[in-house]
């Protein structure tokens, strides 16, 4: 047994342990895939163990490659939070989910004047479903969403903390019926067909979000539709259907388009910035300070009196340490 292990030869045994596949694992730690296979396999000899059985089909854990896991993970953490200490913290990948949104990118930028000597940079994964698995692979660092909405097994390895609730909205083309008037009432939709994300596997908890909303208020989701990547095949797929499509109050309005506020009762979208659990980085303290400080002089935790969210949301949003 070894006196030292390198922990890059660590490293690159738990991007394997944890992707399975050489190759992904390679492409997520930024070397080549021959490289990272010298390394594990000089890991192997030092500690005398085989750590994986490799075929042409797939790659899995031995028994000593499972026993290795848990110790690789402690000892990683333990030196990311040792340079975090002495400033030598890697960059802090943040998801904003995408460009438009206001809530994350305002604690992103409040949080680099926060910590200025950190690098945080930012990262669009387009829904925290889509996001949970690179938080939990280490891929990413922190996102943003509703925490309530993910599947368990995806918030398992995750910890959130509240910042917001966000007044949701309807994108609707210019010439809708609804469009002039200046806030829609929940029963004016009755009849309509609403976008909500519907067969996006990035956006799942959106889409049971909205399901919640209109469930007995007549309104149909819309089916599933081609993923519309980017701004311009977004509103071309909007412009085609006339659907509405479900938002929040800071969505960016396109070309041909108003954003109306849904009131009566308002909707509201439960906000948290979500990471993995016991990922410790200066940046995350300072990306957890900015939320709290946004949410005490905006109000962003304040519930207005006729504010809605569904009943699974209440005891997550629940302010916790």
């Not at 994350?104 to 889509?130: F, I, N």
């Amino acid at each position: 047994m070894p006196a030292h292990l390198d922990p890059r030869l660590l490293r690159g045994f738990v991007a394997v342990a944890e992707e399975l596949h050489f190759t992904r694992a390679a492409v997520r730690l930024y070397v080549a895939q021959q490289a990272l296979s010298r390394d594990v396999r000089r890991l192997e000899r030092e500690l005398g163990a085989d750590l994986f059985v490799r075929t042409t089909r797939q790659v899995t854990l031995t028994a000593d490659g499972e026993r290795l896991l848990p110790h690789a993970r402690r000892v990683l953490e333990a030196q990311d939070a040792l340079l975090a200490a002495f400033g030598q913290a890697r960059p802090l990948l943040v998801d904003l989910n995408s460009p438009g949104l206001a809530t994350g990118r305002r604690v992103l930028h409040r949080a680099r004047e926060l910590a200025p000597e950190q690098e945080l940079m930012a990262r669009y994964e387009s829904g925290l479903t889509g996001a949970a698995g690179e938080l939990a692979a280490g891929r990413l660092d922190a996102s943003f969403g509703r925490f309530a909405g993910l599947d368990p097994a995806l918030r398992a390895p995750l910890d959130h903390q509240p910042v917001r609730y966000e007044p949701m909205a309807l994108v609707l083309p210019e010439g809708h019926r609804l469009a002039s008037l200046s806030a829609v009432p929940l029963a004016a939709l009755a009849g309509e067909t609403v976008y909500a994300g519907a067969g996006n596997p990035r956006t799942p908890e959106w889409t049971d979000l909205a399901r919640r909303l209109f469930d007995g208020r007549g309104v149909e989701i819309a089916p599933p539709a081609p993923l519309a990547v980017g701004e311009e095949e977004f509103q071309r797929l909007m412009a085609k259907t006339g659907h509405p499509v479900l938002a929040v109050m800071d969505f960016p309005a396109m070309p041909g388009t108003v954003v109306r506020p849904l009131v009566d009762p308002v909707p509201l979208s439960p906000v948290s910035l979500v990471w993995r659990k016991g990922l410790v980085h200066p940046g995350l303290d300072a990306l957890r300070r900015a939320a709290a400080e946004f949410a005490a002089a905006e109000n962003w935790l304040r519930r207005p009196s006729e504010g809605w969210i569904p009943a699974i949301d209440e005891r997550v949003m629940m302010p916790h340490n």
